[in-house]
Protein backbone atom coordinates (compact mmCIF):
# COMPACT_ATOMS: atom_id res chain seq x y z
CA UNK A 1 0.00 0.00 0.00
CA UNK A 2 0.87 3.31 -1.01
CA UNK A 3 2.29 5.70 2.44
CA UNK A 4 0.18 8.91 2.84
CA UNK A 5 -2.72 8.52 0.28
CA UNK A 6 0.15 8.42 -2.74
CA UNK A 7 -0.84 6.40 -6.02
CA UNK A 8 0.36 2.84 -5.42
CA UNK A 9 1.93 0.69 -8.30
CA UNK A 10 -0.07 -2.59 -6.81
CA UNK A 11 -3.72 -2.98 -8.48
CA UNK A 12 -6.51 -3.10 -5.90
CA UNK A 13 -7.28 -6.42 -5.89
CA UNK A 14 -3.12 -6.93 -4.41
CA UNK A 15 -3.81 -3.85 -2.18
CA UNK A 16 -6.80 -5.41 -0.96
CA UNK A 17 -5.42 -9.10 -0.59
CA UNK A 18 -2.45 -7.92 1.27
CA UNK A 19 -4.61 -6.05 4.23
CA UNK A 20 -6.68 -9.62 4.96
CA UNK A 21 -4.93 -12.16 7.39
CA UNK A 22 -3.72 -15.55 5.90
CA UNK A 23 -6.92 -16.95 7.34
CA UNK A 24 -9.23 -14.91 5.44
CA UNK A 25 -7.43 -14.98 2.13
CA UNK A 26 -7.58 -18.54 2.26
CA UNK A 27 -10.74 -18.79 2.61
CA UNK A 28 -11.16 -16.18 -0.10
CA UNK A 29 -9.00 -17.90 -2.67
CA UNK A 30 -10.54 -21.36 -2.13
CA UNK A 31 -14.08 -19.41 -2.93
CA UNK A 32 -13.06 -17.49 -5.76
CA UNK A 33 -10.68 -19.40 -7.51
CA UNK A 34 -10.99 -23.35 -6.31
CA UNK A 35 -14.77 -22.82 -6.69
CA UNK A 36 -15.73 -24.52 -3.73
CA UNK A 37 -18.99 -23.58 -1.96
CA UNK A 38 -19.22 -22.04 1.66
CA UNK A 39 -20.10 -25.36 3.20
CA UNK A 40 -17.12 -27.34 1.32
CA UNK A 41 -14.88 -24.13 2.27
CA UNK A 42 -16.31 -25.04 6.42
CA UNK A 43 -15.40 -28.65 6.00
CA UNK A 44 -11.69 -28.63 4.40
CA UNK A 45 -8.97 -30.03 6.34
CA UNK A 46 -8.06 -28.50 9.38
CA UNK A 47 -11.36 -26.60 9.69
CA UNK A 48 -13.70 -26.64 12.78
CA UNK A 49 -16.38 -27.90 10.54
CA UNK A 50 -14.34 -31.72 10.53
CA UNK A 51 -14.43 -31.72 14.09
CA UNK A 52 -17.00 -33.85 15.93
CA UNK A 53 -18.82 -33.56 19.12
CA UNK A 54 -19.76 -35.70 22.09
CA UNK A 55 -21.82 -34.82 25.03
CA UNK A 56 -21.20 -37.07 28.52
CA UNK A 57 -23.83 -35.88 31.13
CA UNK A 58 -25.15 -37.60 34.24
CA UNK A 59 -28.30 -39.32 34.35
CA UNK A 60 -30.45 -36.98 36.35
CA UNK A 61 -30.07 -32.70 37.76
CA UNK A 62 -32.13 -31.65 40.40
CA UNK A 63 -34.38 -28.54 39.25
CA UNK A 64 -32.61 -25.04 40.48
CA UNK A 65 -29.27 -26.81 40.42
CA UNK A 66 -26.39 -26.77 37.58
CA UNK A 67 -25.52 -29.44 35.15
CA UNK A 68 -22.26 -30.33 35.41
CA UNK A 69 -21.05 -32.19 32.16
CA UNK A 70 -18.14 -32.27 29.09
CA UNK A 71 -17.90 -31.82 25.59
CA UNK A 72 -15.32 -33.67 23.58
CA UNK A 73 -14.37 -32.67 20.31
CA UNK A 74 -12.34 -34.92 18.51
CA UNK A 75 -10.61 -34.47 15.07
CA UNK A 76 -10.72 -37.84 13.01
CA UNK A 77 -8.55 -36.35 10.03
CA UNK A 78 -4.96 -36.38 9.42
CA UNK A 79 -4.76 -32.72 9.77
CA UNK A 80 -4.64 -30.05 12.45
CA UNK A 81 -7.59 -28.17 13.22
CA UNK A 82 -6.46 -24.97 14.49
CA UNK A 83 -8.86 -22.85 16.53
CA UNK A 84 -7.84 -19.41 15.28
CA UNK A 85 -10.06 -17.44 14.91
CA UNK A 86 -11.47 -18.81 18.07
CA UNK A 87 -15.34 -20.11 17.72
CA UNK A 88 -18.09 -19.40 20.08
CA UNK A 89 -20.47 -22.01 20.84
CA UNK A 90 -24.15 -22.26 22.11
CA UNK A 91 -25.71 -24.67 25.02
CA UNK A 92 -29.09 -25.58 25.27
CA UNK A 93 -32.08 -27.03 27.48
CA UNK A 94 -35.02 -28.11 25.78
CA UNK A 95 -38.26 -29.59 26.79
CA UNK A 96 -42.18 -28.81 26.79
CA UNK A 97 -42.35 -24.98 28.50
CA UNK A 98 -38.47 -24.91 29.28
CA UNK A 99 -35.96 -23.39 27.22
CA UNK A 100 -32.34 -22.40 28.45
CA UNK A 101 -30.44 -21.29 25.91
CA UNK A 102 -26.69 -19.52 26.40
CA UNK A 103 -23.65 -18.50 23.74
CA UNK A 104 -19.48 -18.21 25.00
CA UNK A 105 -16.63 -17.99 23.44
CA UNK A 106 -14.97 -21.50 23.69
CA UNK A 107 -11.61 -21.21 25.97
CA UNK A 108 -8.74 -21.20 23.13
CA UNK A 109 -6.26 -19.72 25.73
CA UNK A 110 -5.74 -23.45 27.06
CA UNK A 111 -6.19 -25.41 23.89
CA UNK A 112 -5.35 -23.57 20.78
CA UNK A 113 -5.39 -26.33 17.95
CA UNK A 114 -6.49 -30.19 18.13
CA UNK A 115 -4.08 -32.42 16.82
CA UNK A 116 -4.78 -34.66 13.90
CA UNK A 117 -7.03 -37.76 15.28
CA UNK A 118 -6.74 -36.10 19.03
CA UNK A 119 -9.43 -34.83 21.03
CA UNK A 120 -10.22 -31.92 23.97
CA UNK A 121 -12.57 -32.14 26.47
CA UNK A 122 -14.07 -29.44 27.68
CA UNK A 123 -15.78 -28.93 31.28
CA UNK A 124 -19.13 -26.91 31.21
CA UNK A 125 -22.13 -25.74 33.18
CA UNK A 126 -25.83 -25.43 32.69
CA UNK A 127 -28.41 -24.09 35.30
CA UNK A 128 -31.43 -25.60 35.65
CA UNK A 129 -34.19 -23.23 36.37
CA UNK A 130 -36.06 -23.46 39.68
CA UNK A 131 -39.29 -23.92 38.18
CA UNK A 132 -37.89 -26.73 35.94
CA UNK A 133 -40.78 -29.52 36.40
CA UNK A 134 -39.66 -33.09 36.44
CA UNK A 135 -38.99 -34.06 32.75
CA UNK A 136 -36.86 -35.34 30.26
CA UNK A 137 -34.74 -32.48 29.03
CA UNK A 138 -32.30 -32.43 26.04
CA UNK A 139 -29.39 -31.10 26.37
CA UNK A 140 -27.63 -29.74 23.02
CA UNK A 141 -24.41 -28.16 21.96
CA UNK A 142 -23.04 -26.48 18.98
CA UNK A 143 -20.01 -24.89 18.03
CA UNK A 144 -20.63 -21.95 16.01
CA UNK A 145 -19.22 -22.25 12.67
CA UNK A 146 -21.23 -23.16 9.66
CA UNK A 147 -21.24 -26.90 9.84
CA UNK A 148 -21.29 -27.30 13.60
CA UNK A 149 -20.13 -29.78 14.89
CA UNK A 150 -23.07 -30.07 17.57
CA UNK A 151 -24.43 -33.09 20.36
CA UNK A 152 -27.25 -33.24 22.34
CA UNK A 153 -27.79 -35.91 24.57
CA UNK A 154 -31.30 -36.47 27.11
CA UNK A 155 -31.12 -35.42 31.31
CA UNK A 156 -33.94 -36.19 33.32
CA UNK A 157 -34.63 -33.11 35.77
CA UNK A 158 -35.71 -33.79 38.90
CA UNK A 159 -37.92 -31.87 41.58
CA UNK A 160 -35.56 -29.33 43.23
Not at 55 to 78: D, E, F, H, Q
Not at 110 to 125: L, N
Amino acid sequence: MAPDGAASDEPPVAEALFVLSREERDVLLLFAWADLSYEQIADAPGTAGTLQARLRLPASVRAGTILRYTVTLSNPTKTTVVLHPCPGYSEGAYASGLVVRRSFALNCQSVQAIPAHGHVRYAMRLTMPQRAAPAIVKIAWRLNTPTGPSAGRNVQITAG
